[in-house]
């Protein structure tokens, strides 16, 4: 069975960094998209980057572009996700999430893109 779990959260001070971790379990990295997201309260979920299955092509949105880089890493099946200059705005839960059969690289931020997801791991920057 497919399986994503996160780790790496954390509190942070302004312009400090955090490295998070998606481990996939039930399957080759290299057979499937992944994607971060996140969702603070109040707000919608937030879709922040994504990556192909061989790593190839990559987005990011426009509030983490310059910041933030995913990575895949296929001898530990761990896809990265490094922060850089984290803002308070940056603050939420963030999730990885395996795309679906259907998936497609034009709308990779989109979360109908995705199937399984992780529980999440908690963002918390301070000023």
């Known amino acids: 069975q497919l399986k994503v779990v996160e780790s790496g959260g954390g509190s942070v001070q302004a312009g400090g960094s955090l490295k998070l971790a998606c481990v996939l379990s039930?399957?080759?990295?290299?057979?499937?998209?992944i994607g971060w997201f996140r969702q603070a309260p109040g707000k919608e979920s937030e879709g922040i980057s994504c990556i192909s299955l061989t790593g190839a092509n990559i987005d990011y949105s426009e509030s983490v572009r310059g910041r933030f880089t995913i990575s895949k890493d296929f001898a530990k099946n761990t896809v990265y996700l490094q922060m850089n200059n984290l803002q308070p705005e940056d603050t939420a839960l963030y999730r990885c999430a395996i795309g679906t059969p259907w998936f497609t690289t034009r709308v990779c931020l989109l979360r109908n893109q995705y199937g399984d997801w992780g529980q999440g791991t908690q963002v918390t920057v301070i000023s």
């Open positions: 039930g399957g080759k990295l290299d057979s499937y998209p």
